[in-house]
């Protein structure tokens, strides 16, 4: 492993020194079209148009989100990489346990985030050193520890989060001022958007990621892209995943079990 360390003025600088370090074809940017990957998306396309951008299309993502990616294109003409999950995979995931699974048990909702997200990322993420990431510290408690430049040991590549001490009024400082193309979901109480079912708007004051899978404990609310701490693996004997509940009625999600 090449040793990266990096001495940043600010977030834009980050973004350039990481570009320069690995090459425009060695690093990507993951964007699921929230605030933050749009702020990134704007940095990198001053910093070098022709840098990579990649987004997971899961199949249950929101008409706005794809609203929003849209207006990405005609902003920035970016050519965005488009990953989507095997056809196969999801043909069985569904058939074996229904469209709704993720309701029924977080070892059910992962093996749908497995699906959709987890085997199209590592699919990408083979393809670069590094990625670079919109986390922030104060976004949820799984966050807390995010750095700028972390190894990460589940895909055995750097990753940098240009924003990771970002507040949120900075985020949408940015947005505001670089008149940035954003998800208009957040306009209607959604700070963190992924896909439609597993996603709900929160009320004032809550958790940034509380509409996030929201029928699970706040510590489990990941779906495997980032692990935290992010230097490391956890070995399956320390890892966080709730175990299988008893099957519950479909559209009333539960409690995850301890
Ligand atoms: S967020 Fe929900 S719908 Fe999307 S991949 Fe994960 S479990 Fe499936």
């Known amino acids: 492993m090449v040793e990266f360390h990096l001495s940043a003025r600010d977030a834009e600088d980050a973004v350039r020194q990481s570009l320069e370090h690995f090459g425009v074809q060695r690093i990507a940017l993951a964007s699921s079209f929230g605030a933050e990957d749009q702020v990134l998306t704007d940095m990198l396309a001053r910093v070098n148009p022709a840098a990579r951008v990649f987004t997971l299309d899961t199949g249950r993502q929101f008409q706005e989100t794809h609203d929003t990616m849209q207006r990405s294109v005609e902003r920035y003409q970016i050519r965005y990489e488009v990953c989507f999950p095997e056809p196969a995979d999801v043909a069985e995931l569904i058939s074996k346990d229904g469209p709704n699974l993720f309701y029924y048990s977080v070892e059910n909702r992962k093996a749908c985030c497995d699906v959709r997200k987890m085997k ?9 050193d590094a ?15 995010v ?37 208009p979901l957040h306009d209607q109480g959604f700070p963190s958007i992924g896909c439609a079912p597993c996603t709900r708007a929160v009320a004032p004051g809550e958790d940034i990621r509380g509409g996030r899978w929201w029928w699970e404990s706040p510590e489990h609310k990941e779906c495997g892209l980032h692990r935290s701490p992010t230097h490391r693996n956890l070995h399956p004997s320390e890892s ?9 009625q479909p559209g009333t999600p539960a409690k995850e079990k301890a």
């Open 147 to 183: 750095e700028l430049v972390s190894w990460d040991a589940e895909f055995g590549i750097y990753k940098i989060c240009p924003l990771f001490d970002w507040s949120e009024q900075q985020v949408w400082d940015y947005i505001k001022q670089h008149n940035v193309p954003y998800n």
């Open 240 to 248: 966080t995943a709730g175990s299988t509940g008893a099957p519950l």
């Open 131 to 145: 990625w670079i990431c919109g986390l922030r510290r104060d976004q949820s408690v799984t966050r807390t520890e």
């Open 120 to 128: 199209p990322l590592r699919k990408e993420l083979a393809t670069v």
